[in-house]
């Protein structure tokens, strides 16, 4: 499987001179790689780690960050039945309207809208963060180099910083951030959250489920991008090995 | 038809169809019985492989055009809801993002094996300034579409490349703004982009039909670059070539559809999933890799071209200069100069010519009214560069004059084509890397600047020398006679 990675790897670079090579010496550490169900052509999502995932982003990062990309809806794909889904839902408020009056009104959120975010609009979720925003998380994983396992490292790579590096207020200390400062506060703690499937209640555990969370948000459909891959690969494999003999048969009578 | 000649058919259906309208005929005429030399490698399969690329991007790009939106508050999201809620939406667009790399792959494949084997001696040139003219097309398409997305590479990407137009004197701030619809990269650009992202595919179409109908004229060359000269030397397009062609692109399928199913983002880059920010630039603003070793090519003229040595470049193609203005003089004076015929040595005018403008290079600024004399601003340089290395190719057939076709036979100019191969992968690592990266301790614009050197080197001097100077090994007497040799050697190998 190693060995398999690094042919893939090598051969990206040789084909495609991937413009990620730009970024293999940047100035952050390389973001260390994690163990995830989803990895290579047959990983899949491990849906208790993407409903504890959820419960981490519904308590702790959906205070800031917004994931104005998905409906409570796709929750569906978590394993939830559309009663649960409809209870999630029913805990956020949304303003819906005009209705026959004109006028908004605010009603309990459905499966059929979009999540909630924290802040009206990018100008309030500054003011309410030190003129930092917070970037949606939708596609986090996708929009950052390394994925699930950059988050990861950006949740558990909080430090004291350096004696050179002088933090301003707002500012703190980040091993695998570019650059090294990062407006957000260490967001996570050992038992902050209570998980229910006897899970580990530490940091790490937090951060591997929002990640895994996070790379479903951002692809949701990759369990069937991946299974239909494989059939399109099969497929076309027997059809060239047909396609093969079918020339080999053709050209008999030159060679 | 004209010569009122036309073979029947026996399906009832088909007969009657071709006697109003001879598609039928057609279509035998030039994919049935076409005669194709018979001794074509798998390189040869990548035009029709290109033609398979170029259809696929089309139909999946006009199925994302019924979804998308073009409009800078929009565009990012209605991607993401191709991608999330669009049925199947996941699968087309990512067919058409890695289809885009693999269509340049075929493509850069077929552009070099066309170098390596002469294809476009003559009498091919114009199916070959054909092929550099998609090339270009493509460049533009491929351009334009990764502006859709409006994510921040679409962004900042349109904005540097538009921006290299403003490097042109007088004209080209105006052009920029036109380009712009405005005083930066906005609304109306993304709209205008749209719209030629729609329509230029169709112009490549158009370009290709023209290419095929070319090819069509003169056949295809092949890996030994000699004429087929009589029925033993060439196979009818079908059924031999449709069934070679067909495995070949089964083969390349199988690696696009690795990409489109198992890691297709690989080949994009993180920052386009980020919405387009004007207020944010990007750390490294890096173009798609098939654009790497231009982008190399534009990043690597740092210096100023004095006036010396314009004049040194001048001198080198002075012979072309010359034989240009004896043909303006002759139709319109009547009169004839002495021109330079193809053998003519020209070494010494290249040669010269490279040591003015190396030596003007070297004094720049010291000597006044010469070296000190800017003509062309080091900006502009790398513009005229970039867009140079491609419009080179176009003279190809003019550059390289030498009888030969093939690089079989032609070992020097094999061994300095395949450095040139080497070269220009080199260049496209260069243009992946930061401008102030670093290579073996030395700065990587070095190797950078060298890289190119060689690149323009090959074109304007490697292949003009050679022309004059390169014996070349004996050629075989037909196609015919070297694929029985070859299978005779095989076969003693064998025993």
Known sequence: ?255 | MASGKRESFDNPVVEWIDSRLPLFTLMNKEYGVFPVPKNFNYFWNFGAIASFMLITMIVTGIILAMQYTANIHMAFDSVERIMRDVNFGWLIRYIHMNGASFFFIAVYIHIFRGMFYGSYKAPREILWILGVIIFLLMMATAFIGYVLPWGQMSYWGATVITNLFSAFPIIGEPIVTWLWGGFSVDNPTLNRFFALHYLLPFIIFAVVFLHVWALHVCGSNNPLGIEPQDKKDTLPFHPYYTMKDSFGLLVFLILFCAFVFFMPDALGHPDNYIPANPLVTPAHIVPEWYFLPFYAILRAITFDTNLVMLGGFGLMFMPFFWNVLAMLVKQFAKMDLPRFKAMTPKAPFLIGGLVVAGAGFALSGLIPLLTDVTIIEAKLGGVLAMFGAIVLWIFMPWLDSHPVRSAMFRPVFKTLFLILVVDFIFLGYVGSQPADAMLVGLPLSIFGLIATAYYFAFFVVVLPILSVTEQGKPLPKSIHDAVLSQHKAAKAAKK
Request: proline share 6%; aromatic share 10%.
């Open chain 1, 1 to 255: 499987m190693d060995n398999m990675k690094h042919a893939i790897r090598f051969f990206l670079v040789i084909l495609a001179l991937s413009p990620a090579m730009a970024y293999a010496a940047g100035d952050a550490p390389h973001a260390p790689e994690q163990d995830w169900s989803f990895s290579g052509p047959f990983g899949t999502y491990d849906k208790a780690s993407l409903q504890r995932g959820l419960l981490v982003y519904r308590q702790v990062c959906a205070v800031c960050h917004s994931m104005k990309h998905l409906f409570y809806r796709d929750l569906e794909a978590l394993g939830y039945d559309e009663g649960q889904i409809k209870a999630i839902a029913a805990e956020y408020t949304v303003t819906d309207g005009p209705d026959d009056e004109g006028e908004m009104f605010e009603r309990p959120a459905r499966p059929s809208d979009k999540f909630k975010s924290p802040f009206a609009n990018e100008k309030q979720a500054k003011a309410a963060n030190n003129g930092a925003l917070p970037p949606d998380l939708s596609l986090i994983t996708k929009a950052r180099h390394g994925g699930a396992d950059y988050v990861h490292a950006i949740l558990t790579g909080y430090e004291e910083a350096p004696e050179h590096v002088e933090l301003l207020p707002g500012q703190n200390y980040n091993k695998y951030m570019p650059g090294h400062i990062i407006a957000m506060a260490s967001p996570l703690m050992d038992d902050q959250i209570a998980y229910e499937d006897g899970s580990p209640q530490t940091v790490d555990q937090y951060a591997k489920d929002v990640a895994h969370f996070l790379t479903w948000a951002a692809d949701p459909y990759m369990e069937d991008r991946k299974r239909t891959g494989i059939k399109v690969i099969l497929f076309l494999l027997a059809f060239a090995a047909v396609m093969y003999a079918v020339k080999r048969k053709t050209w008999a009578d030159q060679h």
